[in-house]
């Protein structure tokens, strides 16, 4: 498999085609965006944390390449459920994927994103929500809602 | 095209990427380098190599003859009337730098305009932003209005735009990202009979269409070296020479002064007051046989060939379903590359696609975020054109976008 | 010395002037370049060349990855915390540019006094009266006084001199006229504890001495890649993180802003906040091979041999009749320069004489006008040492000078 | 002969060593100096104009290289006895000699710097003090004298 088949696997095409939870939710009660300055992308997080602290509603917005719409969908679905630590637990295991190229040895889906190791010029598309996302975990919730 | 012959001369021309021959369309960001310009580069440092000025050694003589004769080339490459208005620079930006913070330190007032366009790229924009506000000065803007927003200015705005004000006009000749050709002979005229001066960005011309200060009339233009088959490090700025007379000096330091003592200092003329320190020697040395080289092949011939490139690949790319294609209408001139948007795939992915088939592309904003968030794009993926770009490479280019439009479509 | 077999890699030195082997003794002004520096030129050109940032294609990524290992190599070279406290630059002049331009913009006041010394080069001293005239702050010199005025700084004015209102301490390491190597550690321990920051000039020492930014204790160091057996047009400014980061940038443009709008703009933290537009990515790339070259050679080996050169021209200068030589003492340590005038003989006489001998020297002021002023003199004439040079080059410029002297002499 | 014996013939080193007419005049009342930013020298030029305007004495000072010393100096008994349309007159036929580098019809001392073109940097040397004469001529005298 060419390092271009291992950035583009069928779930990264799946995800960046058909992204989950695009939109936002309407419990959610907090939000926050992340700028990629070398692109002009950006990507809005906007989430609901329960009373546990654990993240009961997520969804994003904004526009971005492939790997980073598709890194923002499986986000929201690997952040479903998580509190702030597990949070940071799971950005840090992908952050170690895309340092090492290696999938984790608890096999999940972010293990797709192994290939983005190959172009470095990529790693800023693959970390731009989740950055948002843990950024939304600590602001403070709209009073609106 | 009769330019196939050129590519022998370009060395980087001649590998593979991820084993496809190396396609180069993005030369709006850089050219390559043709074998007399690193022959230069090469033949200075070994032969003449040697600090100018103030030297009275053989070398150090030779050294600044060759300095000097780079800056009489560049006078004639854009028919200047005297060398004196030749500086060298680093680039398109330093150039603009300077006549936004040393020009309008001294002449732009509270109250005062001005003006440029929606289409300049971040180089020719923040600058004037930033020299605004410290004058207590507005920027206003020539639209790209109305239908016309993906192609050109709106030129019938800009009898109303130019008010008594305005003490600058700043535009690019050629949009980097549209591929405008903007009339900037008839631009200077009219922003002359308005009263303000002009600053005209070539960065995307100088080096690829025919160039005359004089016939433009413009007073400040800036340009880079490495646009325009030299190096990297070194770029012009033209200034009619009464300006850069008078201009208080940017930088300053060995080189560019008359006089020193320790409570103050008096400049020499232009060229030498506005080029503080060392300059780039060789890099200057080298521009100087990139002009030669621009000059034998012609620079009309060089524009017919580079727009015919645009052309042929405007009409291929409008074929591809869900392409838009931003710039000049069909018909109209288009400088030397297309600019467009593929509605399934971001420009990001569509440039690493393509890089797979070794053709090297940009995509993103082109130094240009507010006139991308105007036209509602993130992003264009762009393919730019030179001298030794061929009608095959731009079926290359077609049958990838082909590919990519199909691997990240929706369908 | 066992640094003779090192000629063989530098083209330009095999080269004879009016007949004779050339003897290259102006070193200070630049110096020449192996042929590893030359071919890490032309390697890029001929393989990498694109343009930097922005680009995913393979070429633009090899040459972001080539210009930011550059920029990791020069953080070594002076041992900088991070690579992101590295700005390319022109060369020194542009660095010291910035640093009083954008630094005293923010920080200078009426009342605040900038020092100095009274052996600047004009680079760093005329980007300092401007700074001072602007804000209405001072300029005070640590003068080169007394007995001592031809040696170097009197260093028990300064502690008087550095006042409350000192903000600024901006001091060669090395004087390029005097030979004078200032013990910059301490004078950035002692500018430190009455709280002024320090700029360091290492025009003279980047490339000929050991030099690491934190055991000097500097705030902010700029050098020149010419001077240092790399190309022109390319140099660097070392800033302590937390200030670069902070400062407001000076040029403005593409690739330094991370958003962008018709109304203003954001900027990117250091390294990029301070570079706008292209960078000279190809010197960057060559002056990494300087670097590189610098090292295998060993830079207090270096730093010993042209000391051991600029020793023994004292010594045999020194018995010259009606020579008056500059500088330190015998038995103190001299950078790899002597500066000398001669009763009967005015330096340029000297200069165009000795380069009927092959020698290239210079002569006059040495961008340092008040010190000559000071010291009663129109100027010197200066022969400057690197790796390359030898004692029989010494015995050659010696044999010269009496020739010189004899040929002028009023006798 | 070389270019150099030939740039310092010997009636130029004879005036750099000996340089006539150096200092001021007493009867000077007018006076101009010329500098030369490239290298630091400078030149003050004194003179006298009687009443046909013609210079009856004339002096210099100041630091320079061999040329610029004896180039005052010789300008100097050139100037002597002349008014300022003939002193632009033989200035102007100096820069012809240093222009072409040959020597003029009416062989005269100025000759002697035919040399001086096949070094160009060293041109001004040549220069300085005829730019300060012609000057000085055109100031207003000095009330004192
Ligand atoms: C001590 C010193 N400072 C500053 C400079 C200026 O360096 P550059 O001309 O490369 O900017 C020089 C050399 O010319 C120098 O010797
Ligand atoms: C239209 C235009 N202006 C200015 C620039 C800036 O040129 P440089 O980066 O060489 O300073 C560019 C290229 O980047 C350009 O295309």
Redesign the pocket.
Same mark, same amino acid.
């Given at each position: 498999m060419s390092d271009f088949d291992d950035l583009y696997r069928d779930l990264i095409l799946d995800h960046a085609k058909r992204p989950r939870n695009r939109g936002k939710p309407p419990t959610a009660n907090r939000a926050a965006t992340g700028d990629n300055p070398t692109c002009g992308d950006n990507c809005t997080v906007h989430l609901r944390l329960d009373d546990g602290g654990r993240i009961s509603a997520i969804g994003f917005e904004g526009s971005g390449c492939a790997i980073s719409t598709a890194s923002a969908s499986i986000m929201t679905t690997q952040l479903k459920g998580k509190t702030a630590p597990e949070a940071e637990t799971a950005f840090a295991g992908l952050k170690d994927i895309l340092a090492t190229g290696k999938p984790p040895e608890d096999f999940n889906e972010l293990a797709a994103f192994a290939g983005v190791h190959a172009f470095p010029a990529r790693i800023k598309c693959a970390t731009l929500a989740w950055h948002a996302a843990l950024e939304a975990m600590k602001t403070e919730p709209a009073s609106s809602s | 095209m009769p330019f196939a012959a050129l590519r022998a001369d370009f060395p980087a021309l001649h590998q593979t990427v991820h084993g496809k021959p190396l396609v180069y369309l993005d030369n709006a960001a850089t050219t390559h380098k043709p074998r007399v310009v690193l022959d230069a580069l090469a033949r200075y440092y070994e032969r003449d190599n040697s600090n100018v000025h103030r030297g009275l050694h053989a070398l150090s003589m030779r050294a600044t003859d060759s300095y000097e004769a780079a800056r009489a080339r560049a006078a004639r490459f854009i028919n200047a009337a005297d060398p004196a208005e030749i500086v060298f620079t680093r680039g398109t930006t330093e150039g603009i730098n300077l006549v936004a913070q040393s020009w309008c330190a001294a002449h732009l007032r509270q109250g005062d305009v001005i003006l440029t366009t929606e289409m300049e790229h971040h180089s020719n924009l923040v600058p004037w932003q930033v020299a605004a506000r410290r004058a207590g000065a507005t920027l206003r803007f020539v639209p790209v209005a109305g239908d016309d927003a993906e192609h050109g200015l709106d030129l019938d705005a800009l009898d109303s735009l130019l008010t008594p004000q305005v003490k600058l006009f700043a535009f690019t000749h050629i949009s980097n990202t549209l591929g405008t050709i903007n009339p900037a002979a008839e631009l200077c005229a009219r922003a002359r009979r308005a009263g303000a001066l002009t600053v005209v960005d070539a960065a995307q011309s100088a080096g690829h269409e025919p160039l005359d200060v004089r016939a433009l009339g413009c007073d400040f233009l800036a340009f880079s070296g490495h646009k325009m088959a030299g190096p990297t490090g070194i770029g012009i700025l033209y200034g009619r020479r009464v300006l850069l007379d008078t201009l208080e000096p940017w930088q300053t @330091? @060995?080189g560019m002064v008359a006089s020193v003592t320790y409570e103050g200092a008096k400049w020499k003329p232009s060229p030498e007051r506005h080029e503080a320190?060392?300059p780039n020697i060789a890099d200057a040395v080298a521009l100087h046989a990139a002009m030669d080289w621009l000059d034998a092949l012609g620079r009309p011939a060089l524009a017919a060939h580079n727009h015919a490139l645009a052309a042929l690949a405007a009409e291929m790319l409008a074929e591809i379903p869900g392409l838009r294609l931003l710039g000049p209408r069909p018909g109209e001139p288009r400088a030397g590359l297309v600019s467009f948007a593929l509605k399934d795939a971001h420009a990001h992915d569509v440039v690493t696609f393509a890089d797979q088939d070794g053709i090297a592309l940009r995509g993103g904003h082109h130094c240009n975020q507010p006139l991308m968030r105007k036209l509602g794009l993130t992003g264009t993926t762009r393919a730019s054109f030179y001298a030794y770009n061929s009608a095959d490479e731009i079926t290359t280019l077609a049958t990838s976008l082909r590919r990519i439009v199909k691997f990240f479509g929706s369908a």
């Open positions: - | @330091g @060995g320190g060392t």
